[in-house]
DNA sequence: AATGAATGAGGGTTCATTCAT
DNA sequence: TATGAATGAACCCTCATTCAT
């Protein structure tokens, strides 16, 4: 198993932090390796090459962030609720790690199309997630039974992340936990009056 | 005038198109220049350098963009109409351009950090066209008064910005233009069954 | 006649002060053409090429300079008079030519081995002069008649040409021409105590 | 340390050849890699760019000519010996090394106003050794005590210098080291008669 | 397993020169 | 004569990857 290997933990690790302070293009393998403690070659013995260290950021990192949403909006009962808790658990955890926010919010995009295919494929659970919550919302009756599940999910995965990029863009100037409700609220009853 | 310069325009349209087929980082300035029918040399008397060939890119396509959402709301009446017309006609003119579309939702945004934000600049229009269509539906009672309009405008733009990079990731199979009641219907009732 | 051409002096003249201000590797033919107030494409109808434009600046600069020379030494009746005047005369031109001092002394050598081949041609007129105050000194036993004069030419020539470039790149600090005696004196007496 | 490295040697030795053959605009860093058996981005890692090989061969190259001078005139007791040795060995170092003497006499003096400044802090040591000579010359009561030693170290460097640049585009056609006697006369006895 | 010196392909940009007007 | 828009060849340097040790 990969995750065993303490190296592998190092260079990922390297990599968030080199990434987030030096910018996608300012991340050469060799600074990577420097961080991590090790020789530039050894980050091949770990890896295929400088796009699988990448997209194993990606996978390790928003694996852990996609767990704990799965595990936190498990133990709510209501769709209602568990799309609050994607919600908030979505902004804590970006809140939280200022380094990863800006790689996966900003830098990682700057990859080419074959990695935003695979990073793309690690979001499918997340997006998994997403659709459960919603199909689960809708036989509760809580939420309307004609709504496209497919849209609906870009309509709330977009606006979540649209939401954190503005936020990281601006420098995390303000706090993303307090907007939880009113985007949840957003989500709920839409924009009309009545 | 720039854009009465024939060979700006020239370069500008070639850019799309390269970028379009071989992806940001096969767009070499050659690569254009010869697409363009001009010298490499000659990229160099209408634009600053290859980064301001992609700036330009932006602005003239987004700026063309945005003007043509900004006409079609402004004929209408109300707010609900105008965000009714903003969806269609940001999907219609990303749908109608096949090289576009990939160009601003996949290619331009492998962008450094100092593009994205020249883009960010070229998109504050558009935000802006969002907020008063906002501000209007909330005067004009057809919108929820409590509503935070940035939190509103990145729901909107997030959403919609996800359903057509989804649309162009998907090689474009199904008709964009379909989800525009869809989408409209989302933001206005939201979720919630009541 | 060359010369008769008023937009040839203007090019020249541009070409000093262009070379002056910018320096050799900055003196493009535009900035040249720019500050003599003509289109590029016009140096092409006076000069073959740029190496002939800078070629032509020496010829002009220096056979002015050269021919102020052999007019004031053929004033002086000896040789020792005549070696007087030429440092002087040597000295008084280049401090009196603030933009001539630093291309011939600095910016002029960083050409290729042709042109620099032709700048010495023109310096050999400068060379005679030197060579024949010396054989007229000998003449008159002013000198002495073991001297190999291309030999004493060489040091005359490299003193000065030594002298004047460390006073350039000394950005002209101190008065020059208050070195006259003691250089002649130098090359008249010697090093030694008797 | 630096010149134990043999490669960074093998590139210094393959830069004088290269410069000397193709001159200083002809010697263009793919030419000095091949030259030296290296891959061009080898370069990058001994010297920190073109510029910089290019001051080395001059520091490594001139450091080793002025160390031979220094030994050799502290080997004499007094400063008339000490000025003809000094003599000497610039003839003879420079006669013996064909490509050395293109390099140092012809080719670098086409570098940017920059290089020359990194070139003159060489030389400095250079000018230090004739200075002590010509301050124990003084001393020794050998030479006369009203000399201005700057000037009269510009009179020899720059005579020295002027001899070799004219046996050096002169195709080295006759015998440098001949000339020594009648340079170190000429210097000590100047151009009078008695 | 680990090292790190060495590799070498690849591209944005400048600028002397040309030529249609 | 004069123009100046257009040309296109030429080159330094970076950095992902390899491989002998």
Known sequence: ???????????????VKVIAENGYHGS???????????????IYLYFKNKEDVLVSVFEEKMGEFIKQIEESTNQKQNANEKLFTLI???????????????VTQL??????????IQINNVLKRYLTVLDNILKEG????????????????QMIFGTLDEIVTNWVMNE????????????????MKGLSVD
């Open 172 to 187: 995390q100037k303000y706090d993303l936990n307090k907007q939880v409700p009113a985007v949840h609220d957003l989500f």
């Open 88 to 102: 908030k658990m979505h902004f804590e955890q970006l809140s939280a790690d200022y380094h990863l926010a800006i």
């Open 107 to 116: 830098e990682l995009r700057q990859s080419n199309y074959d990695l935003r």
């Open 28 to 42: 050469q393998v060799s600074k990577i390796a420097k961080a991590a403690g090790v020789a530039d070659g050894t």
């Open 1 to 15: 198993m990969k995750n065993n290997k303490p190296k592998y933990n190092q260079i990922i690790e390297a990599a």
């Open 138 to 153: 809708i036989q509760q009756q809580l939420f309307r039974d004609d709504l496209t599940i497919p849209l609906v999910r």
